[in-house]
C-alpha cells in the first residue's frame, strides 16, 4: 500500500540502489524541525527516544482516522463514556505547519496565533458510512465528523485537504462539559484516498541526458536531493550540489530532472522537513 511506502521515507538510510551505473544511496530525513531549532541540534535531538520527547501521550497516539478528504473518523468511546455523544459540546480538528500543537493537563489544546497555526470545526455525523466501513473494517463502528466547510471555503476540495496533510494534526473533542479528549490523527486513508499513484519512483532516465529522481511524499512540505561524489562512510568536507524537487499535486510525488552528467556516478540523500507524529 502507498501510505507504507510513504511512511518508509520518514526514516533513516534505508537501502542501496544501482540504475545504470549510477550509484545511488537513498535516505531520507527529517522529521519537522520547531522554529528557531538549528538543524545541528535537530541532528542531536532525533536520536533521542520517544519517550524523551516532549509530546504528550494523548497526542502520540493517534486514535482519530483522517479517511478522505472531509471526513475524520474518531472511537465511540471519545464522544462519551457509553458512545452516544448524547452531550457532545464541540470538536475541533487542529493543524500547524510548524508542530506548535501541544495538549494541557486536561488535555485542552494550546495552539499559539501563528502563521501556518489553525482550528475547524468538527460537525458529528453520526457513524462512519458505509464506504468507509467497508475500507476500513477495524473503524466500522467509529464516529464520523466532517470538516465544516463554511470556516474554511477550501477544505471540500483536494487542495485545502493536501495543506492540512503536511502539519501537525489534532483532534479535540469537548465530550460533555466536563471531559475533553485529544489525540493525534492518523492520515494514511485519505493519503491512499486522494493520492493512489502507481508511476514510476526512484531514478529514471525520461530522454538522453536527462536523470530523474520521483519521490512520493504528499505530506513533505518541500523536498531537496542532495549529491554527494563519495560514500556517507567516506565524506570528509565532500563539495555536494542541492537540487529542489517540485511537487505534483495529483499524485503527491515530487521529483526533479537533473543533466544526467551531473548526477553520474553520484551518491545523494534527500533532504525533507515533513512532520512525523512521535508514537
Not at 158 to 178: F, G, N, P, R
Not at 234 to 258: N, P
Request: proline share 6%; with cysteine.
Amino acid at each position: 500500500p502507498k501510505h507504507h511506502h510513504h511512511h518508509m521515507h520518514h526514516h533513516y538510510l534505508h537501502h542501496h540502489q544501482t540504475t545504470s551505473r549510477l550509484r545511488t544511496a537513498i535516505a531520507s530525513s527529517l522529521s519537522s524541525q520547531h522554529p528557531g531549532e538549528s538543524s545541528e541540534a535537530h541532528k542531536q535531538h532525533k536520536q533521542q527516544t520517544p519517550r524523551e520527547r516532549v509530546w504528550p501521550e494523548c497526542l502520540g497516539k493517534c486514535r482519530a482516522f483522517f479517511v478522505d478528504h472531509q471526513t475524520i473518523a474518531v472511537p465511540p468511546e471519545l464522544i462519551s463514556h457509553h458512545g452516544g455523544g448524547a452531550n457532545l459540546q464541540s470538536a475541533t480538528l487542529y493543524a500547524s505547519r510548524d508542530a506548535q500543537i501541544h495538549a494541557g493537563l486536561a488535555n485542552e489544546v494550546n495552539l499559539p496565533h501563528a502563521d501556518g497555526n489553525a482550528s475547524f470545526s468538527l460537525t458529528h455525523v453520526g457513524n462512519v458510512t458505509p464506504e468507509i466501513a467497508n475500507r476500513f473494517p477495524h473503524i466500522s463502528h467509529y464516529a464520523a465528523f466532517q470538516l465544516d466547510t463554511a470556516s474554511l471555503n477550501l477544505v471540500a476540495n483536494k487542495q485545502a485537504a493536501a495543506y492540512l496533510l503536511t502539519c501537525q494534526l489534532a483532534v479535540s473533542i469537548q465530550a460533555d462539559e466536563h471531559t475533553t479528549y485529544t489525540t493525534g490523527v492518523q492520515t494514511a486513508g485519505v493519503l491512499d484516498s486522494l493520492y493512489a499513484y502507481d508511476g514510476p519512483l526512484g531514478v529514471t532516465f525520461p530522454q538522453v541526458g536527462v536523470t530523474r529522481l520521483t519521490l512520493w511524499a504528499p505530506t513533505a512540505q518541500n523536498v531537496s536531493a542532495r549529491f554527494y561524489n563519495s560514500p556517507p562512510d567516506k565524506r570528509f568536507d565532500d563539495q555536494s550540489a542541492l537540487y529542489e524537487l517540485t511537487r505534483d499535486d495529483d499524485s503527491g510525488t515530487w521529483s526533479v530532472d537533473i543533466p544526467s552528467d551531473e548526477a553520474y556516478n553520484k551518491y545523494f540523500v534527500y533532504e525533507m522537513r515533513v512532520f512525523v507524529p512521535w508514537t
